[in-house]
Nanobody, 114 residues
């Protein structure tokens, strides 16, 4: 079973940047469409960005133009570069396939202060 480990979160002021990483224990990024998800307190988990096995990307309207998803298949790692962060981006961020093929990792907390 592939394990997913998210890292890179933290506390940042509005307008700041963070780079999240998702490390997988197997070579999955060149096979599956992968996504970054987030869950804010009291809200459902939502998909904010996805990257296909071919490298195509799609973003939620709420993050378009500010977030960039990428991957390094050789390192079994996926990234989410987050710029111009807003307080409403505060959430726990997770990675998984689009079909939620694997168990959720522990996530990484992103807190944006105003």
């Amino acid at each position: 079973q592939v394990q997913l480990v998210e890292s890179g979160g933290g506390l940042v002021q509005a307008g700041g940047s963070l780079r999240l990483s998702c490390a997988a224990s197997g070579s999955i990024f060149s096979i599956y469409t992968m996504g970054w998800y987030r869950q804010a307190p009291g809200k459902q988990r939502e998909l904010v960005a996805r990257i296909t096995s071919g490298g195509g990307t799609i973003y939620a309207d709420s993050v378009k133009g500010r977030f960039t998803i990428s991957r390094d298949s050789a390192k079994n790692t996926m990234y989410l570069q987050m710029n111009s962060l807003k307080p409403e981006d505060t959430a726990v961020y997770y990675c998984n396939t689009i079909s939620i093929r694997y168990a959720w990792g522990q996530g990484t907390q992103v807190t944006v202060s105003s």
